[in-house]
C-alpha cells in the first residue's frame, strides 16, 4: 500500500503517546500496520503506468490524501453524505480548519465525478451541495461550544452538554474518546481563532469564551 510510515499507528493514536487503555486497543482503533510501498507527496504520481495527481485533504486525519485519476477525483473522507451526517452528528475531525481548508479544495477541483470514501459517485453540482452541507455540520458544532461558554465550564461538563444538545448517546468509551478528541480539537480551532480561552482552577481545566467575546 502506499501510505505515510509515520501516520500507521491508527486512530488509537490520538492517545498520543500514552498506553491506552484495552478499551482503546481494538481493531478500528489500531489498525495493524501494512508495509510501505512508496511514500507519496502532493504532486504528480505515475503508479503501474498511470499518472495521477496527489492532493493534501488534511482534517478528518493528519495526512490524509486525495487522488485525481483522468476524470475522477478519490476524495477519502474528506466530505460525508447526510446520512452520515445525520447518524453522527459530530463527525470525527483531527484538525477542524484543515477540514475547512480541504472542503474549499474540494470545491475548486473539476472534474466529471468525486467519489468520497462514504456514499456514492457524485457529480459537481451534487459535490457542492454536500460541500455546503458538511460546512453547515461543523458550524452548527462550532456555535454549540461557544452557546455553552458564556462562562467558564470544565471540560468533561462541555463535552457531556454538547453530546446530549446533538442528541448523542455514547455507550463505550472508546466512542467517547473520538468525540471528545473531536470536540477538543474544535476547543482548539476556537483559541486560534481568539474566541475562547483555557484556564485551570482547583485542578479543574476549564473553558470559557474571552472576554471580549461575551458582549457578541
Known sequence: GIRDAQESR???DVYKRQHP?????????????????????EGKLEANSLQVDIINLPG????????????????ADSVFPPEVLEKHQIIFLHNVHDALE???KLSAINCEYFLPSHG????????????????????????TILENLSSPLELSE????????????????????LFSSTIKAYLSYLQEKGLIE?????????ASKKPSQLEL
Open 10 to 12: 491508527g486512530l488509537g
Open 21 to 41: 487503555p484495552r478499551e482503546l486497543m481494538n481493531k478500528f482503533m489500531m489498525g495493524e500496520a501494512c508495509s510501505v510501498d512508496q511514500i507519496v507527496q
Open 60 to 75: 478528518h486525519s493528519p495526512q490524509q490524501i486525495g487522488v485525481l485519476a483522468e476524470k475522477t477525483f478519490f476524495c
Open 102 to 104: 480541504s472542503l474549499k
Open 120 to 143: 456514492e459517485p457524485l457529480k459537481k453540482e451534487e459535490l457542492e451541495k454536500l460541500v455546503s452541507l458538511n460546512r453547515e455540520s461543523i458550524k452548527m458544532v462550532e456555535k
Open 158 to 177: 462541555l463535552i457531556a452538554r454538547v453530546l446530549n444538545q446533538h442528541n448523542m448517546s455514547i455507550t463505550s468509551y472508546s466512542e467517547y474518546h
Open 198 to 206: 483555557f484556564k485551570v482552577k482547583n485542578n479543574y481545566p476549564l
